[in-house]
């Protein structure tokens, strides 16, 4: 049962977080930021992860708490219900196209938090949300899930298909790395026999 909950409260945000990482992609998010939850939805969906999120957040403040808060739950959670990463695939990449845009996202599972971004927006909100906060949510998600994280636009114009072609390109990338490969027979994969 590869599964976890996490409850995550602080003077500035409240949120609960259920994943289940051997789901069929059903979601139900409510994050307070309507553009987050379409982005947070996509990522479950596509990765066949089950998402259950909820976030009550400081929004008369601004977005940062909410946007930040939900990725180090998410991340907490998807590293909880990994456990040992005992036979899992550890990597994974995706290319993922949305009409004139396309993303590449490559990750390693790996214990090793790290982020490369080389993408950018030429608008400053999707929807409500500040577009500054997108890299900081995919930061967020990789300290804490414990994960090396390269995303990358290598072209497109429209903010909105480059904010969803990152985001389902990530899902891909972690439906591949999180799947159970038969063939380790339940070994972790490092040579140093710890993730």
Not at 61 to 71: C, G, L, M, R
């Amino acid at each position: 049962m590869r599964r976890a909950t996490i409850t995550r409260t602080t003077a500035e945000t409240q949120i609960s977080v259920s994943l289940d990482l051997d789901g069929t992609g059903q979601y139900r998010v409510a994050t307070g930021i309507g553009f987050l939850d379409h982005m947070i939805e996509q990522l479950s969906r596509h990765s066949l992860i089950d998402i259950e999120l909820a976030v009550t957040g400081d929004l008369h403040v601004d977005q940062h708490h909410t946007t930040e808060d939900s990725a180090l739950a998410l991340g907490q959670a998807l590293a909880e219900s990994l456990g040992d990463k005992a036979g899992i695939a550890r990597y994974g990449h995706a290319y993922s196209p949305m009409d004139e845009t396309l993303a590449r996202v490559a990750l390693d599972i790996s214990g090793r938090p790290y982020l490369v971004w080389r993408a950018g927006f030429s608008q400053m909100r999707l929807g409500e949300w500040d577009t500054e906060l997108i890299e900081h949510w995919f930061h967020s998600l990789s300290q804490t899930a414990g994960i090396t994280l390269h995303c990358e636009l290598l072209y497109g114009s429209n903010n909105h298909h480059i904010c969803e072609a990152l985001y389902k390109g990530l899902a891909r990338a972690l439906r591949q790395a999180v799947e159970i490969d038969p063939r380790k027979q339940g070994a972790v994969p490092s040579t140093k026999g710890v993730l």
